[in-house]
Nanobody, 121 residues
Framework: QVQLVESGGGLVQAGGSLRLSCAASGRIFSIDAMGWYRQAPGKQRELVAAITSGGHTNYVDSVKGRFTISRDNAKNTAYLQMSSLKPEDTAVYYC???????????????WGQGTQVTVSS
């Protein structure tokens, strides 16, 4: 079984920075795409940033130039560096990964439990 554990959330003032981490553990043969989603109260969950195993990245327009996604394949870990944070970035941030547990199996979509990010004005 695969687990994704997020860390690094918290309370920060507008203009500040936070770095989220997502560590995958368990039965892992390989990890394809990894991503960060967020869900604010009363809103749908949205993709914030994603990165392929080869390092290609994409971002939602609202965070371009402020957030940077990266990963350490050797550690099965993804990061989200968030800078110039705004109150509208307040949400629960979830890690997502497509994990292959064994050669020949179909990748499974895995989710972390979420970490709260609160940006005060």
């Amino acid at each position: 079984q695969v687990q994704l554990v997020e860390s690094g959330g918290g309370l920060v003032q507008a203009g500040g920075s936070l770095r989220l981490s997502c560590a995958a553990s368990g039965r892992i043969f390989s990890i394809d795409a990894m991503g960060w989603y967020r869900q604010a109260p009363g809103k749908q969950r949205e993709l914030v940033a994603a990165i392929t195993s080869g390092g290609h990245t994409n971002y939602v327009d609202s965070v371009k130039g402020r957030f940077t996604i990266s990963r350490d394949n050797a550690k099965n870990t993804a990061y989200l560096q968030m800078s110039s944070l705004k109150p509208e970035d307040t949400a629960v941030y979830y890690c997502n990964a497509d994990v292959t547990e064994k050669l020949g199996l179909i990748p499974l979509e895995c989710w972390g439990q979420g970490t709260q990010v609160t940006v005060s004005s």
